[in-house]
């Protein structure tokens, strides 16, 4: 019975990252989430609704499974987020000089004045496999929004 109660938890947390006009959207945004980038970490205090405590609880698997899909890069955090292809969060990659980022710079900021990647900066700090396949995206573009996927991988089997 948990799977099932898991699956329409996770569920619900996918129509608040995807659907931020929803009316669950809007009334969870309001009530708990603080910062507009909700591909972050969520949490919960002990006056919350057990519920919200809940969701909470979920959303790590939530995002284990989930990565973006560059539109402008404008809400798509460059170091914490999911969006290049068959990665973990770059955060967690060996970086050489990890001093040098910031940890809130959007992909958006990865542009050079041609639109194009600017791989000057990141040559210092990512592996070389990484870069290449940072080629294979396309470069964050104007007037379309970042979105989330799903990676593909079922998570609650015989459902």
């Not at 948990?2 to 969870?28: G, P, R």
């Not at 519920?51 to 798509?76: A, F, H, Q, Y």
């Amino acid at each position: 019975m948990q799977k099932v109660t898991d699956a329409f938890l996770m569920k619900l947390l996918w129509k608040l990252i995807t659907d931020m006009n929803s009316l669950v959207a809007k009334v969870f945004s309001h009530r708990y989430i603080r910062d507009k980038n909700i591909i972050g970490t969520l949490c919960s205090k002990q006056a919350d609704s057990p519920l919200w405590k809940e969701l909470v609880k979920l959303w790590p698997l939530l995002i284990e499974n989930c990565s973006c899909n560059i539109g402008d890069g404008m809400r798509t955090l460059l170091w914490l987020n999911r969006w290049v292809q068959d990665e973990e969060c770059l955060i967690t990659k060996n970086l050489l000089h990890i001093e040098d980022i910031d940890i809130k710079a959007k992909v958006a900021n990865l542009t050079d004045d041609s639109g194009g990647w600017n791989f000057h900066e990141l040559r210092r700090v990512l592996p070389q496999a990484i870069l290449e396949k940072i080629q294979t995206i396309i470069p964050p573009k104007q007037r379309m929004d970042d979105t989330i996927k799903w990676n593909d991988k079922p998570l609650f089997y015989g459902l």
